[in-house]
């Protein structure tokens, strides 16, 4: 088979400022729409919609497996077309639209439908965002992605270090109506952003690859897709342990919300410089011993609490917690596209996909620890981190490949 590479011509070097500006303003403003709704979801439905256990277990489920699959197809559909500026603005509108229904609406069946159709394409915006800083950087030449990516998953951080206190005070103030006209405005500003502010991307040229086998080579898929399997246990073991952090502070230490709160707040806190610290390191260090420090500092976490036997412990460890999550979130973008330089479409995507399928298997877990004791949550994540880590050591790339600054690949 022949592969018809799409590659993106090289333009005279810009200043990063110029290039990704607009793009961070359409991330901070996508990333706080969602931050806003997120959150209160699960509360939205059983308060405002009276569904019982079962019916907000579905929605959540049936969403995430909707948006996870949208997001997948967008993602190999933008790799072969220079479309990411209007991808971005159409999940932009659709999120618009989705929590315009969402602000109106108290009808599950109504609401579900939405979720699984409009909320799900708005979910594109997070990896097209990033495939787009990947492929306007190479495009221009420029070697400065990690530390680009860096700074634009601190930005998504801190839309949600501030997002969910503000919509948290809409609902005590007045209602989830105003929770989700906001989300929606932040949405429309986001679309606004994308479409006026947001350059096109170059138009690609066609490059004919010879052979097929030479172009994606099977080691290279076995190397992506033991690392995506690696991600989603690392990512699973973060979910988990953010999920059950509250709950053994208070049950399991005799400690307070409040104690549990200072916790999560240290940890996002240091987050923000840690990843922007990271972003510089990487144009030092390979990627890939940033993501397997990520892993060990993952393991050593959870080590650590499961040892833990007082409130200041789990305060402490907090450092090691935001090492782990800004190695492996912030750097582990970049360490994907770099597996899969030639689409970073599909790199992306796959790479939030982990952080997704990780949250869903992060579910069952917590029940499981909910019943013997909720210590066993971070036994769990430390086994869940060490066989992440030997799926990493595993992968083991031959040497790294240099993107193409491409688009994608045509069949």
């Known amino acids: 088979m022949v592969t018809v590479v799409l590659t993106t011509p090289r333009t005279p070097p810009t200043?990063?400022?110029?290039?990704l500006l607009p793009l961070a303003t359409v991330v901070v403003l996508g990333g706080a729409g969602y931050a806003l709704v997120g959150p209160l979801l699960s509360l939205f439905l059983i308060k405002e919609l009276g569904a019982n256990p079962f019916q907000v277990g579905s929605f959540m489920l049936v969403s995430a497996l909707a948006a996870l699959a949208v997001s997948t197809a967008v993602g190999r559909f933008s790799d072969r077309r220079a479309v990411r500026k209007q991808l971005l603005v159409v999940g932009s509108l659709s999120g618009t639209a989705a929590y315009v229904v969402f602000a109106l609406s108290r009808e599950y069946l109504l609401l579900l439908l939405v979720s699984v159709t409009l909320a799900a394409l708005s979910s594109v915006m997070v990896p097209q965002s990033f495939a787009y800083a990947r492929q306007s950087l190479s495009a221009s030449g420029s070697s400065r992605g990690p530390l680009a990516t860096s700074a634009l998953r601190t930005l998504l951080s801190l839309s949600w270090a501030i997002a969910p206190p503000l919509a948290a005070?809409?609902?005590?103030r007045s209602s989830f109506t105003w929770v989700f006209a906001g989300a929606a405005v932040m949405y429309a500003l986001a679309a606004l952003a994308a479409w006026y502010r947001l350059p096109a991307l170059p138009k690609p040229e066609p490059v004919v690859v010879m052979p097929d086998s030479v172009a994606v080579p099977s080691r290279a898929r076995g190397e992506l897709s033991l690392t995506a399997v690696a991600f989603v246990l690392l990512q699973g073991t973060t979910a988990l342990s953010v999920a059950v952090l509250p709950l053994f502070v208070v049950d399991d230490l005799g400690g307070t919300a409040g104690?549990?709160?200072v916790a999560m707040g240290v940890c996002a806190a240091l987050e923000i410089p840690l990843m922007l610290w990271l972003g510089f390191v990487a144009a030092k260090v390979?990627?890939?011993l940033l993501v397997l420090a990520g892993a060990v500092l993952?393991?050593?976490?959870h080590g650590v609490m499961l040892v833990s036997g007082e409130v200041w412990h789990v305060i402490a460890a907090q450092l090691l917690h935001a090492l782990a999550i800004s190695a492996l979130q912030g750097i582990g973008i970049s360490y994907f596209q770099d597996l899969d330089p030639d689409f970073p479409g599909r790199a992306t995507t796959l790479f939030t996909n982990t952080g997704k399928a990780g949250s869903m298997l992060s579910g069952p877990l917590l029940a499981l620890a909910q019943a013997n004791g909720y210590r066993t949550a971070f036994a769990l994540g430390a086994a869940m981190a060490v066989?992440?880590?030997a799926l990493l050591l595993l992968a083991r790339p031959r040497r790294a490949r240099r993107p193409r600054t491409d688009v994608g690949a045509m069949p």
């Open 15 to 19: 200043p990063l400022k110029q290039q």
């Open 169 to 172: 005070i809409f609902v005590e």
């Open 259 to 261: 104690n549990a709160g």
């Open 286 to 288: 390979d990627n890939r």
């Open 298 to 301: 993952a393991l050593s976490y």
């Open 387 to 389: 066989t992440g880590l």
